[in-house]
């Protein structure tokens, strides 16, 4: 093969690498710190909201979700809150995002988040993060928002693969229906002491710039943690119980959330979810090698 063959070769298989979207990142919470947190009159997140902005940033910082973002974030399960009411979920993540510098759009109701996950598969919307309301404050999940989370749970697990972060609080069925139709080995289940709750080492990787005080009792209480196959996801945060409990799970840039079942990737963090493109891709540069190597080879030309 020639130099010139050679480069093109390596330069398919590089442009193909390139042109993958690794997956984003995700934290999940059996936390209702939407309900234990508020706004000061200067305009500064504290408790279980000054959690959400930090968790906020670093989620939309891992993001890598292609094509024009139209909204930083879209809130499902909550309406606006415009003046930041304490203990309300769209207070929440609108000061969160007030304090960032970043956009929200909130879908409040079952049928406006069934819409929306027709629109964001019609492209007429491209978020960079989810943000699931949860239960425990005001303004936040109700039973039959969870049945559309839950319905559309597929899609979810889709837009996190595609570069997309997700964030999520509550307890429940409401809250998680839609994680455990990813993950029926996982049970999420109430039960948990936010006193001594601490970040795991992967906690503090994922997300840099928490700190203990951000997700223990300092912040708020805890009512639920997970146990069972996490798929691709990990603990991020144990809480206090003498026999610790995963209480916050996820990862941060690349992971994947539902892993290893067929059409799946593997329950491998921070791994780029499609790999088999990477062999197409490169199938398709050798292609292209052995063409240009026939057309050579009838025109009589030979180069080193």
């Known amino acids: 093969m020639t130099k010139i063959l050679r480069g093109v070769a390596a330069a398919c298989v590089l442009a193909g690498v390139a042109g993958l979207s690794m997956a984003g990142p995700v934290i999940l919470g059996g936390d209702d710190l939407t309900d234990h947190g508020s706004r000061s009159a200067g305009g500064v997140n504290l408790e279980g909201w000054l959690y959400i902005e930090k968790a906020v940033s670093n989620v939309l910082s891992g993001v890598t979700r292609s094509g024009a973002i139209t909204t930083n974030i879209v809130a ?178 690349g992971t994947i959330i539902q892993c290893g079942q067929p059409g799946q990737p593997p329950c491998n963090n921070n791994q780029v979810p499609e790999p088999s493109s990477v062999l197409l891709i490169a199938i398709a540069g050798l292609g292209l090698v052995a063409q240009l190597r026939r057309r050579q080879s009838k025109s009589g030309k030979t180069t080193t």
């Open 76 to 253: 499902l399960g909550s309406a606006a809150n415009p003046t930041f009411t304490a203990s309300n979920a769209g207070g929440a993540i609108g000061s969160a995002a007030n304090v960032l510098g970043k956009t929200v759009t909130y879908i409040d109701g079952g049928s406006a988040i069934n819409q929306f996950f027709t629109d964001l598969a019609a492209g007429a919307i491209n978020p960079s993060m989810l943000w699931f309301a949860g239960t425990g404050a005001s303004n936040d999940l109700d039973a039959s928002e969870g049945l559309a989370l839950t319905a559309n749970a597929t899609a979810i697990n889709a837009f996190g693969a595609s570069g997309g972060g997700i964030m999520a609080h509550g307890s429940g069925p409401a809250a998680y229906g839609w994680l455990s139709a990813l993950l029926p080995g996982l049970t999420e289940s109430f039960g948990c002491t936010s006193t001594g709750a601490t970040l795991t080492a992967a906690g503090n990787a994922a997300f840099p710039g928490l700190s203990n005080s951000d997700v223990d009792s300092n912040a708020g209480p805890c009512h639920s943690s997970f146990t069972g196959n996490f798929g691709g996801l990990t603990t991020l945060a144990f809480d206090g119980a003498t026999t610790p409990r995963s209480y916050i799970i996820g990862g941060g840039a």
